[in-house]
């Protein structure tokens, strides 16, 4: 049995026993990982973002999930390739101080990164590896959408995504910041130096049904498949806009009681509204209803690049995102203009509409694009390209002198 397939056991005290030891797994540290040095390493680095995706055997590691665990893996593999031997350990490991000399920190969040980056020196190359948009715009995005929540139905919920540390000295303090997305995100980190961004991925796919027979039943229904964040998300909005449309949600997320609370009507009540709950990527309950549905939708407010959105396209699922998704989705995607109530009714009625040839257009287009340019292989090149860059302009001497370098057409 899988590492992978443990966690998708449907005990549900299994999952929290299991959870429970990742947990522990991540106060570990890992030494000298070379697993994929070419030869003797040239320099050594420092990684502090996830642990316990190393631990088990390569064949039993996880090969579903990319983000984040498919990162924890590819990040130091391309490390290795470039001729790094690499220490790892978490990122909200705050007890563990290096004794020794790095050539290079990676480091992600806001936890650690200063007083790693300090221990260092000047020495060693520091680079930020960020999974969203600068931090002061994230939580901004954020506070809108629940304050037009309040707006809208008079409940103010808590936040449910909000970074709650400050990156702005990790972010200050970085020769270099590499993020996922496109040049949305880059936008973000303008005003910071060697900013590149990279495509986030998705494991291959090897199920079937990627390419459906029939596209016309799929068109009246669409996948809500989604990380936690009810309303950071927008699934406030689309349960609004979908209610007394005849057209079906599928939602496949975490709910929060007390946004459950609010929803209660539409969650139990309306008939083309199916909560899923917690559905595993690819698992059999997910191939029907990849199977099912012709879409997948987000209304989200910030991201770096959703992965669970990118899994769904990798499953031939047609994509309706707003720009604050930062994907690329070309003239086969659903562009949401607006993350409002009446623009989502009006964009989901359109695509329901669709013709079905052209719901097969843009299906086999998506298909023949989202395997090459959100590859694992794409990802780690990227972002070996993207360390170059930065490691390169410190070399230079124009690495520590401000100014931003949108970097993101380098690294796609």
């Known amino acids: ?58 064949r039993w590691r996880d090969k579903v999930l990319f983000s984040n665990r498919g990162l924890a893996q590819e990040i130091p593999r391309a490390l290795n390739e470039l001729g790094y031997e690499l220490d790892i350990l978490h990122y909200e490991n705050t007890a563990w101080t290096p004794k020794r000399h790095y050539d290079l920190f990676v480091g992600h969040a806001a936890y650690n990164f200063c007083r790693i980056a300090e221990a260092l020196g000047e020495s060693a190359v520091r680079i930020y ?47 270099g910041i590499i993020f996922l997305g496109n040049r949305e995100v880059a936008h973000t980190y303008a005003r910071f130096t060697n900013a590149i961004g990279l495509n986030n991925a998705a494991y291959p796919v090897l199920w079937d049904g990627v390419v459906k027979q029939e596209y016309g039943p799929g068109r009246s229904h669409f996948l809500f498949f989604s990380g936690r964040g009810n309303v950071h998300k927008g699934l406030d909005l689309l349960l609004e806009a979908f209610v007394d449309t005849g057209l079906h949600l599928h939602i496949c997320q975490h709910l929060e009681p007390a946004f459950r609370r609010v929803y ?58 707003p720009n604050s998704a930062n994907i690329d989705v070309e003239s086969w995607g659903v562009r949401l203009p607006r ?20 719901c097969r257009r843009r299906a086999r287009e998506m298909l023949a694009e989202v395997p090459e340019s959100h590859s694992v292989e794409r990802f780690r090149s990227s972002f070996k390209r993207a360390v170059e860059t930065i490691v390169a302009a410190v070399r230079r001497g124009s690495g520590r002198t401000g100014g931003a370098v949108l970097g993101h057409a380098l690294c796609r």
């Open 339 to 358: 993350c409002d109530v009446d623009t989502i009714r009006t964009v989901i009625r359109e695509a329901a509409g669709m013709p079905e040839r052209e």
């Open 264 to 321: 209660k009507q539409e969650l139990e009540g309306a008939p083309n509204i199916h909560p899923h709950g917690y559905i595993p990527m690819r698992s059999p309950a997910f191939y029907r209803l990849a199977a099912q549905c012709n879409w997948v939708i987000s209304a989200t407010c910030a991201e770096g690049q959703p992965g669970a959105v990118i899994e769904c396209m990798a499953h031939g699922l047609i994509p309706i995102l």
């Open 1 to 58: 049995m899988s590492w992978q397939s443990l966690y998708l056991a449907p005990n549900e005290r299994l999952r929290k026993l299991l959870g429970l030891a990742r947990r522990l797994a991540e106060r570990l540290t890992i030494t000298g990982y070379r697993e994929y040095c070419a030869g003797p390493p040239a320099g050594r680095a420092l990684l502090s973002y996830m642990v316990s995706p190393l631990l088990p055997p390569p």
């Open 129 to 175: 590896f960020s999974t969203g948009i600068y931090w002061r715009e994230w939580n901004r995005r954020e506070a809108e959408r629940f304050y037009e929540l309040a707006v809208r139905s008079g409940y103010f919920l808590p936040a449910d995504r909000a970074i709650a540390q400050s990156e702005e000295e990790a972010n200050s303090r970085a020769d």
